[in-house]
């Protein structure tokens, strides 16, 4: 026999079995249509059959202890029904369709509260689509286990205002997105090993808050977007090729202030940002520390205000791509772990501005192909010795006009443990 022959009979008898498990459990859907509006649903614990579709509003309550299985197939439960409340049990093994957009929970009401739910094993986790002012907190999701691309989101709001987003866990998906949604809070949430911890596009007035996103190719990007707050967030690991603690591609109106940047490849990086003309992006009192390069511009796009940040331990602090300078944009107050000036009267700012030029380590930032030898030991050589001795004109990236000279004791947020 074949091994692709052996294998598809493999996976059939997978299907078979899992179908078989699943159709031994009682089905949910009629204890749902036996609760009247407004009425509470309170689960035994054990295992239920989905699909569930919940169209007016009741309670589901499985007191941490029930479990709804799609039994592979499809969307597991989907709420269209306004002013419900959804807690405390279990959803897993939806289908596997990224056409059909199979999730664990769907939901297009407004006014409800998804609390406590695990969800697992489904390929998209909580889908909001057209859906307004709902609460969702405290809630534990994981995708498949498939490649990271191929995964589905752990979060999605599409055309969804004015929702709570809030002590969420999202482990092992692909990303969280925000699409043309406006007015949401996303509010100490923990993200991990994922490829966006979370992906703005098209979305006005967001509020970023408080989270914690680990381990992922990108913490938090921002995409045609304006308005957004991003506030006392720890973004790190962030790394790879395309590693990214904060991004901004097209965005204008964006204040980044008391965030930990941390140990990724880019700390902050923009493109084409701020967008619109006469706007900024704000980014002051955060702490953007121990990346490849802590600031990364790939123009002379001027309006970024950056202000009392600490700089510290990064291996660039502020680079710019294609020979470019960053001195259009507004540098005042930082601190700088590499600055050489003094401070004789003690006033915490530097007697003489931090300058930050570029020597021989200008090639990669010219020729994104020679970033693979930035660190080698020849490139090394050659930046020691050009600024020993300069064989050819450095570039001034930036002026500071007043650093601070000493460190500030609290800046960005506290480290908070990595999520298992």
């Known amino acids: 026999m074949r091994p692709v022959t052996a294998w598809r009979i493999g996976l059939a008898l997978a299907g078979l079995l899992i179908g ?64 419900s409340t959804l807690r405390g049990f279990k959803i897993i093994n939806s289908g596997a369709s990224h056409d059909q957009e199979d999730a664990g929970l769907r939901i297009q009401g407004g006014h409800n509260v998804v609390e406590n739910l695990v969800i697992d094993d489904c390929l998209f986790g909580i889908d909001l689509k057209q859906a307004d002012d709902n609460v969702v907190r405290r809630n534990w999701i994981r995708s498949k286990p498939f490649d990271l691309g191929v995964r589905g989101d752990g979060l999605r709001l599409y055309y969804s205002m004015r929702n709570l987003i809030d002590g969420n866990t999202f482990i092992d998906t692909r990303d969280a997105v925000i699409w043309y949604s406006n007015g949401n809070v996303i509010r100490n949430n923990v993200g991990s090993r994922s490829r966006y911890s979370l ?27 304006d308005g957004i707050t991003i506030r006392g967030n720890l973004v790190s690991h962030a790394n790879g090729a395309t590693g990214m603690g904060i991004g901004f591609k097209e965005a204008s109106n964006t204040l980044v202030e008391n965030n930990d940047i941390v140990y990724c490849a880019t700390g902050i990086g923009s493109d084409l940002s701020p967008f619109q003309p006469d706007t900024k992006i ?51 107050g930082n601190y700088w772990d590499d600055y050489q000036g003094f401070d004789r009267n003690g006033d915490g700012r ?53 650093p601070r000279f000493t460190k500030p004791t609290q800046h960005g947020k506290a480290p908070a443990p990595r999520p298992s």
């Open 350 to 402: 530097g007697d003489s501005p931090y300058e930050l030029f570029s020597y021989a380590d200008r090639i990669w930032m010219e020729k994104p192909h020679a970033l693979f030898f930035k660190n080698a030991p020849l490139m090394e050589a050659l930046d020691f010795l050009e600024r020993l001795a300069p064989f050819s004109s450095p570039q001034l990236i930036l002026r500071d006009a007043a």
């Open 282 to 332: 704000w980014i002051r009192n955060n702490r953007i520390a121990y990346n490849g390069i802590g600031m990364l511009f790939h123009s002379e796009r001027e309006g970024n205000i950056v202000t009392d940040n600490v700089f510290e331990g990064n291996l660039t602090n502020v680079a710019v791509n294609g020979g470019g300078t960053a001195q259009r944009n507004t540098w005042h």
């Open 20 to 83: 078989a498990a699943q159709a031994a459990l009682p089905a949910l859907q009629p204890l749902v249509d036996a609760t009247p509006e407004g009425g509470t649903l309170k689960l035994a614990p054990r295992s239920y059959a989905g699909p569930v579709i919940l169209s007016r509003p009741i309670t589901l309550d499985g007191g941490g202890k029930a479990t709804v299985d799609g039994g592979g197939k499809g969307t597991v439960m989907t709420l269209y029904a306004s002013r």
């Open 199 to 225: 992906h703005f596009m098209f979305a006005q007035a967001n509020l970023v808050e408080g989270n914690r996103f680990y381990d992922n190719a990108v913490g938090i990007y921002v995409m045609y977007t």
